[in-house]
Protein backbone atom coordinates (compact mmCIF):
# COMPACT_ATOMS: atom_id res chain seq x y z
CA UNK A 1 0.00 0.00 0.00
CA UNK A 2 1.39 3.02 -1.16
CA UNK A 3 1.20 6.36 1.31
CA UNK A 4 -0.40 7.94 -1.62
CA UNK A 5 -3.50 5.11 -1.70
CA UNK A 6 -3.95 4.81 2.12
CA UNK A 7 -7.40 4.68 2.70
CA UNK A 8 -8.62 5.54 -0.02
CA UNK A 9 -11.44 3.22 -0.12
CA UNK A 10 -12.43 4.97 3.18
CA UNK A 11 -11.62 8.18 3.56
CA UNK A 12 -13.06 10.90 1.73
CA UNK A 13 -9.67 13.28 1.29
CA UNK A 14 -6.80 10.27 2.25
CA UNK A 15 -4.30 13.47 1.67
CA UNK A 16 -5.82 15.19 4.88
CA UNK A 17 -4.88 12.10 7.41
CA UNK A 18 -4.10 13.70 10.76
CA UNK A 19 -0.85 13.98 12.43
CA UNK A 20 0.05 13.05 15.76
CA UNK A 21 -2.09 14.76 18.42
CA UNK A 22 -4.22 16.40 15.84
CA UNK A 23 -7.93 16.44 17.01
CA UNK A 24 -9.86 16.82 19.80
CA UNK A 25 -10.84 13.86 22.36
CA UNK A 26 -14.22 13.02 22.69
CA UNK A 27 -14.63 13.36 26.55
CA UNK A 28 -12.27 13.53 29.73
CA UNK A 29 -12.93 9.73 30.30
CA UNK A 30 -9.85 6.93 30.99
CA UNK A 31 -10.16 3.47 31.20
CA UNK A 32 -7.28 0.93 31.65
CA UNK A 33 -7.77 -2.49 30.19
CA UNK A 34 -5.27 -5.67 30.43
CA UNK A 35 -5.63 -6.98 27.45
CA UNK A 36 -3.48 -10.71 26.22
CA UNK A 37 -0.87 -9.25 29.00
CA UNK A 38 -0.60 -6.07 27.51
CA UNK A 39 -1.81 -3.07 29.85
CA UNK A 40 -3.55 -0.35 27.84
CA UNK A 41 -4.56 3.36 29.10
CA UNK A 42 -7.38 4.67 26.90
CA UNK A 43 -8.04 8.60 26.83
CA UNK A 44 -10.25 10.70 25.04
CA UNK A 45 -13.04 8.57 25.75
CA UNK A 46 -16.72 10.35 26.17
CA UNK A 47 -18.67 8.61 29.18
CA UNK A 48 -20.87 6.89 26.08
CA UNK A 49 -18.04 5.20 25.14
CA UNK A 50 -15.88 4.64 28.57
CA UNK A 51 -19.70 2.70 29.43
CA UNK A 52 -19.47 1.04 26.02
CA UNK A 53 -15.96 -0.53 26.58
CA UNK A 54 -17.22 -1.48 30.75
CA UNK A 55 -20.22 -3.26 28.90
CA UNK A 56 -17.86 -5.12 25.99
CA UNK A 57 -15.37 -6.03 27.66
CA UNK A 58 -15.66 -6.34 31.69
CA UNK A 59 -13.26 -8.71 32.47
CA UNK A 60 -10.56 -6.41 30.99
CA UNK A 61 -11.19 -3.56 32.14
CA UNK A 62 -9.09 -2.97 35.60
CA UNK A 63 -7.06 -0.98 37.96
CA UNK A 64 -4.86 1.98 36.83
CA UNK A 65 -1.75 0.56 35.58
CA UNK A 66 2.21 1.88 35.16
CA UNK A 67 3.64 2.05 31.96
CA UNK A 68 0.98 0.83 29.70
CA UNK A 69 0.41 1.65 26.07
CA UNK A 70 -1.20 4.23 25.41
CA UNK A 71 -4.45 4.69 23.30
CA UNK A 72 -6.07 8.04 22.92
CA UNK A 73 -9.27 8.47 20.81
CA UNK A 74 -9.70 11.66 19.06
CA UNK A 75 -12.98 13.30 17.20
CA UNK A 76 -13.12 13.85 13.23
CA UNK A 77 -15.75 14.86 11.40
CA UNK A 78 -18.26 12.41 9.65
CA UNK A 79 -17.43 13.65 6.19
CA UNK A 80 -14.08 12.23 6.78
CA UNK A 81 -15.09 8.72 5.97
CA UNK A 82 -16.58 7.31 2.91
CA UNK A 83 -19.91 6.01 3.35
CA UNK A 84 -20.01 2.42 2.19
CA UNK A 85 -22.95 0.24 2.52
CA UNK A 86 -21.53 -3.28 4.31
CA UNK A 87 -19.32 -3.91 6.93
CA UNK A 88 -15.97 -4.09 5.78
CA UNK A 89 -13.06 -5.85 8.38
CA UNK A 90 -10.53 -5.08 5.93
CA UNK A 91 -7.69 -2.74 6.47
CA UNK A 92 -5.02 -0.48 4.77
CA UNK A 93 -2.01 -0.26 5.96
CA UNK A 94 1.23 2.42 5.79
CA UNK A 95 4.32 0.18 7.44
CA UNK A 96 7.13 3.00 8.27
CA UNK A 97 10.19 1.93 10.24
CA UNK A 98 9.23 2.92 14.01
CA UNK A 99 5.42 3.19 12.99
CA UNK A 100 2.34 2.98 10.95
CA UNK A 101 -0.87 4.37 9.62
CA UNK A 102 -4.04 2.37 8.67
CA UNK A 103 -7.42 3.34 7.69
CA UNK A 104 -10.76 1.50 7.84
CA UNK A 105 -14.09 1.58 7.81
CA UNK A 106 -15.15 4.52 9.74
CA UNK A 107 -11.81 5.06 11.53
CA UNK A 108 -8.09 6.29 11.03
CA UNK A 109 -5.41 5.47 13.68
CA UNK A 110 -1.58 5.76 14.11
CA UNK A 111 0.60 3.31 15.90
CA UNK A 112 4.15 3.91 17.01
CA UNK A 113 6.40 1.27 17.70
CA UNK A 114 8.07 2.59 20.51
CA UNK A 115 8.11 0.95 24.23
CA UNK A 116 5.29 0.73 25.47
CA UNK A 117 3.91 1.32 22.37
CA UNK A 118 1.44 4.80 21.84
CA UNK A 119 -1.78 4.88 19.46
CA UNK A 120 -4.10 7.30 18.33
CA UNK A 121 -7.45 6.38 16.86
CA UNK A 122 -9.81 8.98 14.87
CA UNK A 123 -13.35 8.03 14.35
CA UNK A 124 -16.53 10.16 13.87
CA UNK A 125 -18.90 9.08 16.41
CA UNK A 126 -19.98 7.55 20.02
CA UNK A 127 -22.61 5.13 18.54
CA UNK A 128 -22.61 2.17 20.11
CA UNK A 129 -21.95 0.06 16.94
CA UNK A 130 -20.14 2.44 15.02
CA UNK A 131 -17.72 2.90 18.13
CA UNK A 132 -17.35 -0.82 18.53
CA UNK A 133 -16.41 -2.14 15.41
CA UNK A 134 -14.00 0.11 14.73
CA UNK A 135 -12.30 0.46 18.47
CA UNK A 136 -12.11 -3.66 18.16
CA UNK A 137 -10.61 -3.20 14.52
CA UNK A 138 -8.21 -0.71 15.81
CA UNK A 139 -7.59 -2.79 19.02
CA UNK A 140 -6.72 -6.00 17.14
CA UNK A 141 -3.68 -4.28 15.16
CA UNK A 142 -2.63 -2.65 18.61
CA UNK A 143 -2.33 -6.26 20.27
CA UNK A 144 -1.12 -7.55 17.80
CA UNK A 145 2.31 -5.62 17.83
CA UNK A 146 1.72 -5.83 21.60
CA UNK A 147 1.52 -9.17 21.16
CA UNK A 148 4.89 -9.33 19.35
CA UNK A 149 7.17 -6.90 21.15
CA UNK A 150 6.74 -9.75 23.82
CA UNK A 151 8.15 -12.25 21.74
CA UNK A 152 4.40 -13.70 21.08
CA UNK A 153 2.05 -13.41 18.13
CA UNK A 154 -1.89 -12.87 17.06
CA UNK A 155 -2.93 -15.91 15.78
CA UNK A 156 -6.33 -16.50 13.52
CA UNK A 157 -7.38 -19.67 14.74
CA UNK A 158 -9.35 -21.60 16.81
CA UNK A 159 -8.49 -21.83 20.39
CA UNK A 160 -10.35 -24.92 22.20
CA UNK A 161 -9.78 -25.72 26.21
CA UNK A 162 -9.57 -29.16 27.12
CA UNK A 163 -9.05 -29.53 31.12
CA UNK A 164 -6.08 -26.80 31.71
CA UNK A 165 -4.20 -26.57 28.45
CA UNK A 166 -5.21 -25.48 25.35
CA UNK A 167 -4.95 -26.35 21.35
CA UNK A 168 -4.79 -24.52 18.34
CA UNK A 169 -6.13 -25.18 15.35
CA UNK A 170 -4.98 -23.11 12.57
CA UNK A 171 -6.09 -23.24 8.91
CA UNK A 172 -7.10 -20.92 5.67
CA UNK A 173 -10.02 -19.19 5.78
CA UNK A 174 -12.69 -22.43 5.47
CA UNK A 175 -10.64 -25.14 6.63
CA UNK A 176 -13.01 -25.62 9.67
CA UNK A 177 -12.12 -23.60 12.45
CA UNK A 178 -15.35 -22.76 13.46
CA UNK A 179 -16.24 -26.39 12.80
CA UNK A 180 -13.74 -27.27 15.10
CA UNK A 181 -15.12 -25.09 17.57
CA UNK A 182 -18.40 -25.62 17.98
CA UNK A 183 -17.66 -29.66 17.95
CA UNK A 184 -15.86 -28.49 20.82
CA UNK A 185 -18.47 -26.62 22.45
CA UNK A 186 -20.56 -30.04 21.42
CA UNK A 187 -18.10 -32.04 23.27
CA UNK A 188 -18.29 -30.06 26.69
CA UNK A 189 -14.78 -27.98 26.15
CA UNK A 190 -14.85 -24.41 26.54
CA UNK A 191 -13.69 -22.41 23.08
CA UNK A 192 -11.58 -19.06 23.66
CA UNK A 193 -12.09 -17.66 19.80
CA UNK A 194 -13.02 -18.94 17.01
CA UNK A 195 -11.29 -16.47 14.92
CA UNK A 196 -8.17 -14.51 16.80
CA UNK A 197 -6.11 -15.84 19.81
CA UNK A 198 -2.58 -14.25 20.80
CA UNK A 199 -0.04 -16.85 21.87
CA UNK A 200 2.86 -15.54 24.07
CA UNK A 201 5.61 -17.20 25.86
CA UNK A 202 5.95 -18.52 28.83
CA UNK A 203 8.54 -17.39 31.62
CA UNK A 204 9.24 -20.83 32.50
CA UNK A 205 9.10 -22.42 29.07
CA UNK A 206 6.29 -23.23 26.55
CA UNK A 207 3.43 -21.46 25.38
CA UNK A 208 0.09 -20.18 26.68
CA UNK A 209 -2.76 -19.23 24.40
CA UNK A 210 -3.97 -16.05 25.87
CA UNK A 211 -8.13 -15.21 26.14
CA UNK A 212 -8.52 -12.04 24.35
CA UNK A 213 -11.83 -9.60 23.27
CA UNK A 214 -12.11 -10.87 19.59
CA UNK A 215 -14.41 -13.58 18.79
CA UNK A 216 -15.57 -14.76 15.70
CA UNK A 217 -18.89 -16.87 16.11
CA UNK A 218 -18.10 -18.75 18.80
CA UNK A 219 -15.84 -18.28 22.01
CA UNK A 220 -15.57 -16.08 25.67
CA UNK A 221 -15.00 -12.85 26.05
CA UNK A 222 -12.17 -13.91 29.08
CA UNK A 223 -8.57 -13.11 29.93
CA UNK A 224 -7.66 -16.63 30.86
CA UNK A 225 -4.59 -17.98 29.85
CA UNK A 226 -3.52 -21.93 29.14
CA UNK A 227 -0.89 -23.25 28.32
CA UNK A 228 -0.70 -24.58 24.64
CA UNK A 229 -0.55 -28.24 24.44
CA UNK A 230 -0.10 -28.86 20.68
CA UNK A 231 -0.67 -26.34 17.31
CA UNK A 232 -2.80 -28.57 14.53
CA UNK A 233 -3.17 -27.39 11.17
CA UNK A 234 -7.01 -28.40 9.92
CA UNK A 235 -7.44 -30.32 7.01
CA UNK A 236 -11.17 -31.77 6.53
CA UNK A 237 -11.54 -35.38 5.18
CA UNK A 238 -12.85 -38.37 5.18
CA UNK A 239 -11.24 -39.74 7.56
CA UNK A 240 -9.49 -38.49 11.13
CA UNK A 241 -5.86 -39.18 11.20
CA UNK A 242 -2.62 -36.78 12.79
CA UNK A 243 0.91 -36.60 10.27
CA UNK A 244 3.30 -33.91 12.00
CA UNK A 245 4.96 -30.72 10.36
CA UNK A 246 7.87 -30.01 9.70
CA UNK A 247 9.59 -26.88 10.94
CA UNK A 248 9.34 -24.71 7.65
CA UNK A 249 5.92 -26.19 7.51
CA UNK A 250 4.80 -24.77 11.06
CA UNK A 251 6.00 -21.66 10.71
CA UNK A 252 4.60 -21.37 7.19
CA UNK A 253 1.53 -21.89 8.53
CA UNK A 254 1.30 -19.64 11.53
CA UNK A 255 3.15 -16.62 9.45
CA UNK A 256 0.42 -17.00 7.42
CA UNK A 257 -2.13 -16.96 9.60
CA UNK A 258 -0.89 -13.82 11.57
CA UNK A 259 -2.67 -10.51 10.64
CA UNK A 260 -1.28 -7.55 10.01
CA UNK A 261 2.66 -7.65 10.67
CA UNK A 262 2.98 -10.72 8.14
CA UNK A 263 2.23 -7.97 5.30
CA UNK A 264 4.93 -5.39 7.48
CA UNK A 265 8.55 -5.33 5.78
CA UNK A 266 10.12 -3.64 9.02
CA UNK A 267 8.60 -6.18 11.35
CA UNK A 268 7.65 -9.36 9.76
CA UNK A 269 11.38 -10.81 10.68
CA UNK A 270 10.83 -10.20 14.30
CA UNK A 271 7.66 -11.96 14.21
CA UNK A 272 9.26 -14.72 11.98
CA UNK A 273 11.68 -15.20 14.77
CA UNK A 274 9.09 -14.97 17.37
CA UNK A 275 6.89 -17.96 15.70
CA UNK A 276 9.83 -19.94 15.19
CA UNK A 277 11.05 -19.85 18.32
CA UNK A 278 7.42 -20.94 19.74
CA UNK A 279 7.05 -23.24 17.29
CA UNK A 280 9.90 -25.26 18.23
CA UNK A 281 8.22 -25.48 22.05
CA UNK A 282 4.77 -27.39 21.03
CA UNK A 283 3.86 -30.01 18.69
CA UNK A 284 2.39 -29.60 15.74
CA UNK A 285 0.30 -31.55 13.65
CA UNK A 286 -1.68 -31.71 10.28
CA UNK A 287 -5.20 -32.91 11.67
CA UNK A 288 -7.53 -34.21 8.84
CA UNK A 289 -10.69 -34.66 10.26
CA UNK A 290 -14.66 -35.85 9.51
CA UNK A 291 -17.48 -32.74 10.25
CA UNK A 292 -18.95 -35.38 13.09
CA UNK A 293 -16.36 -34.50 15.66
CA UNK A 294 -15.16 -38.38 16.24
CA UNK A 295 -11.26 -36.81 16.11
CA UNK A 296 -11.47 -35.92 19.43
CA UNK A 297 -9.76 -39.43 21.06
CA UNK A 298 -7.04 -38.64 18.64
CA UNK A 299 -5.94 -35.67 20.06
CA UNK A 300 -6.56 -37.40 23.64
CA UNK A 301 -4.21 -39.82 22.98
CA UNK A 302 -1.17 -37.72 21.36
CA UNK A 303 -2.06 -35.27 24.34
CA UNK A 304 -1.16 -38.56 26.96
CA UNK A 305 1.55 -39.43 24.56
CA UNK B 1 11.39 -23.43 -18.77
CA UNK B 2 13.96 -20.60 -18.11
CA UNK B 3 17.20 -20.01 -20.21
CA UNK B 4 20.56 -20.94 -18.40
CA UNK B 5 22.03 -17.66 -18.99
CA UNK B 6 19.21 -15.72 -17.36
CA UNK B 7 19.54 -13.73 -14.18
CA UNK B 8 16.96 -13.46 -11.29
CA UNK B 9 16.31 -12.05 -8.36
CA UNK B 10 14.00 -11.75 -5.58
CA UNK B 11 11.05 -9.70 -5.13
CA UNK B 12 10.63 -6.76 -3.15
CA UNK B 13 7.93 -8.06 -1.34
CA UNK B 14 9.83 -11.31 -0.83
CA UNK B 15 11.08 -12.43 3.08
CA UNK B 16 12.20 -15.76 3.38
CA UNK B 17 13.86 -17.70 6.66
CA UNK B 18 16.21 -20.86 6.48
CA UNK B 19 14.80 -23.18 8.66
CA UNK B 20 17.08 -26.12 9.48
CA UNK B 21 17.40 -27.81 5.67
CA UNK B 22 14.22 -26.01 4.70
CA UNK B 23 12.96 -22.27 4.22
CA UNK B 24 9.87 -20.03 3.93
CA UNK B 25 8.85 -17.53 1.87
CA UNK B 26 6.19 -14.77 2.71
CA UNK B 27 4.95 -12.67 -0.19
CA UNK B 28 3.64 -9.56 1.95
CA UNK B 29 2.18 -7.77 -0.93
CA UNK B 30 -0.63 -11.02 -0.91
CA UNK B 31 0.23 -12.51 2.79
CA UNK B 32 0.61 -16.12 1.39
CA UNK B 33 3.52 -17.80 2.84
CA UNK B 34 5.00 -20.85 1.27
CA UNK B 35 7.66 -23.85 2.91
CA UNK B 36 10.53 -25.11 0.60
CA UNK B 37 12.68 -28.07 0.85
CA UNK B 38 16.34 -27.86 1.51
CA UNK B 39 16.92 -27.58 -2.40
CA UNK B 40 14.38 -25.37 -2.85
CA UNK B 41 15.54 -23.52 -0.33
CA UNK B 42 19.29 -23.05 -1.78
CA UNK B 43 17.89 -21.78 -4.92
CA UNK B 44 16.10 -18.96 -3.68
CA UNK B 45 19.36 -18.20 -1.63
CA UNK B 46 21.48 -18.36 -4.32
CA UNK B 47 19.54 -16.17 -6.42
CA UNK B 48 20.29 -12.65 -5.99
CA UNK B 49 20.62 -10.69 -9.12
CA UNK B 50 24.45 -11.30 -9.93
CA UNK B 51 24.04 -14.95 -10.80
CA UNK B 52 22.86 -16.45 -14.22
CA UNK B 53 21.22 -20.14 -13.96
CA UNK B 54 23.83 -21.46 -15.16
CA UNK B 55 25.87 -20.11 -12.19
CA UNK B 56 23.38 -20.93 -9.61
CA UNK B 57 23.20 -24.34 -11.00
CA UNK B 58 26.88 -24.95 -10.89
CA UNK B 59 27.38 -24.02 -7.64
CA UNK B 60 24.80 -26.76 -6.51
CA UNK B 61 26.51 -29.46 -8.32
CA UNK B 62 29.18 -29.39 -6.12
CA UNK B 63 26.73 -29.68 -2.96
CA UNK B 64 24.03 -32.26 -4.44
CA UNK B 65 25.17 -35.91 -5.07
CA UNK B 66 23.03 -35.75 -8.46
CA UNK B 67 23.23 -35.79 -12.35
CA UNK B 68 24.47 -32.39 -13.51
CA UNK B 69 21.70 -32.42 -16.09
CA UNK B 70 19.19 -33.73 -13.75
CA UNK B 71 19.72 -30.98 -10.98
CA UNK B 72 19.72 -28.31 -14.32
CA UNK B 73 16.16 -29.76 -15.13
CA UNK B 74 14.84 -29.46 -11.61
CA UNK B 75 16.33 -26.38 -10.63
CA UNK B 76 15.26 -24.71 -13.88
CA UNK B 77 11.22 -26.05 -13.25
CA UNK B 78 11.44 -24.88 -9.89
CA UNK B 79 12.74 -21.20 -11.04
CA UNK B 80 9.72 -21.21 -13.77
CA UNK B 81 7.46 -22.17 -10.42
CA UNK B 82 8.47 -19.33 -8.51
CA UNK B 83 9.08 -17.17 -11.16
CA UNK B 84 4.97 -17.23 -12.18
CA UNK B 85 4.45 -17.48 -8.42
CA UNK B 86 5.58 -14.01 -8.48
CA UNK B 87 8.42 -14.98 -5.75
CA UNK B 88 11.62 -14.07 -8.64
CA UNK B 89 11.92 -11.73 -11.47
CA UNK B 90 13.63 -12.00 -14.13
CA UNK B 91 16.06 -9.41 -14.03
CA UNK B 92 16.67 -8.71 -18.21
CA UNK B 93 12.55 -8.34 -18.16
CA UNK B 94 12.94 -5.82 -15.73
CA UNK B 95 15.10 -3.31 -17.77
CA UNK B 96 13.14 -3.80 -20.97
CA UNK B 97 9.87 -2.80 -19.28
CA UNK B 98 11.50 -0.22 -17.71
CA UNK B 99 13.15 1.21 -20.90
CA UNK B 100 9.59 0.62 -22.64
Given at each position: ????????R???????F?E???G???????????I?????????????????????????V?????????L????T???????????????????????????G???MA??????????????????????????E???????????M???????????????????????????????????????????L?D???????????????????????????????????A??????G?????R????????A?L???A?????DR?????L?S?L?????????????????????????????? | ??????????????????????????R???????????????????????K????V??T??????????????????????????????D?SE?????V?
Open positions: MSTESLGAYLAHPDRPWGEAPFGPRETSMTCGTRVRISGLSHEQDRAIHALWPDFGEDVAEPAASVFRPESTFKKLDRWVYELDFDYQPGSLRLALDLRVDMSSPLRAALWIATESPDTFHGAFNFLRVVVAYAAHRGGALVHSAAVVDGDDAWLFVGHSGAGKSTVSQLGLDSGRRVSDLNPILPREDNGIDVVGSPFLGDLGTRSPARHRLSIYRLEQTEDSLPMGAAETLCMACPYINRHRADTCNLEMAQQVPAKVLTFRRDGTFWPLLERTALA | MPDLNLVFRRKDDIRYRVVGDEAIVVQNAAEVLALNDVGARVLELIDADTLAQIAMSGEYDVRPDELANDVQRFVAAIRDAGIVVVEVSEKR
